[in-house]
């Protein structure tokens, strides 16, 4: 079994920084891609950022630059560091990690409030 913990959410003012992180814990278990999405309300959840074992990176077009995903392999973690934060970035973000014990699936984080405002 394999458990994700987030950390790192928040209230901000528009303009401002924050930083998630995702760590994956448990035994037996090898991780390949790693990513972030987010839900706002009466919304249906949207990929922000996806980052593979061999670091290939992939972004949602709203990002425009501003977010940055990076992992270490050696702490099964993978952050997000948001920054040029706007009110629409409003969400709830959930880590997503895939993961092979006996067969690939996808877990997900319990979810982190982010909220710009000021």
């Known amino acids: 079994q394999v458990q994700l913990v987030e950390s790192g959410g928040g209230l901000v003012q528009p303009g401002g920084s924050l930083t998630l992180s995702c760590a994956a814990s448990g035994s037996g278990f090898s991780i390949n891609a790693m990513g972030w999405y987010r839900q706002a309300p009466g919304k249906q959840r949207e990929l922000v950022a996806v980052i593979t074992k061999d670091s290939s990176i992939q972004y949602a077009d709203f990002v425009e630059g501003r977010f940055t995903i990076s992992r270490n392999n050696g702490k099964n973690t993978v952050y997000l560091q948001m920054s040029s934060l706007k009110a629409e970035d409003t969400a709830v973000y959930y880590c997503?990690?895939?993961?092979?014990?006996?067969?690939?699936?996808?877990?997900w984080g319990q979810g982190s409030q982010v909220t710009v405002s000021s």
């Open positions: 997503a990690v895939d993961v092979h014990i006996t067969y690939w699936r996808t877990y």
